[in-house]
Nanobody, 125 residues
Framework: VQLQAFGGGLVQTGGSLRLSCAAS????????MGWFRQAPGQEREFVAA????????YYAESVKSRFTISRDNAKNTVYLQMSSLKPEDTAVYYC???????????????????WGQGTLVTVSS
C-alpha cells in the first residue's frame, strides 16, 4: 500500500488543522492505521492509531482530548483532526499502516511497515 499524507501548514496557537492520509494500491480496510510525528532533533513519537473498523482507537497522552483520529474506508483515507494546537505540536506528521498489530504495540513505530512521506505542521506562538 502507498500512503500520502497532506493537510499540514502554519497555524497559530489554539488553532485547528485536519490531516489526511490517502492510501492507494490496496484497500485501506486491510490495515491498522497510525499517525506519528517527529520534531527536529527528536525521535519519532506516537500520536494516534485506529483499528481496521475504527472500533479501537488509541491516543498519546499529550494529544488526548485535542486530536481525533478517524477513517473512511470507502474513501481509502484516514484523518487526524487537530484542535487546540500548541507550539509543541510542531513536527512532521507521518501516517503509517500495518496489517496486524497486538494492542500493546500500537504506539511502536516498528509495528508499522508502510509509511507516508510526512506533512509539516507548524504552530506559531
Amino acid at each position: 500500500v502507498q500512503l500520502q499524507a497532506f493537510g499540514g501548514g502554519l497555524v497559530q496557537t489554539g488553532g485547528s488543522l485536519r490531516l489526511s492520509c490517502a492510501a492507494s494500491g490496496r484497500p485501506l480496510s486491510s490495515y491498522v492505521m497510525g499517525w506519528f510525528r517527529q520534531a527536529p532533533g527528536q525521535e519519532r513519537e506516537f500520536v494516534a492509531a485506529i483499528s481496521w473498523t475504527g472500533r479501537d482507537i488509541y491516543y498519546a497522552e499529550s494529544v488526548k482530548s485535542r486530536f481525533t483520529i478517524s477513517r473512511d474506508n470507502a474513501k481509502n483515507t484516514v484523518y487526524l483532526q487537530m484542535s487546540s494546537l500548541k507550539p509543541e505540536d510542531t513536527a512532521v506528521y507521518y501516517c503509517a499502516a500495518t496489517r496486524f498489530v497486538n494492542s500493546g504495540n500500537y504506539p511502536k513505530p516498528t509495528s508499522y511497515g508502510y509509511w507516508g512521506q510526512g506533512t509539516l505542521v507548524t504552530v506559531s506562538s
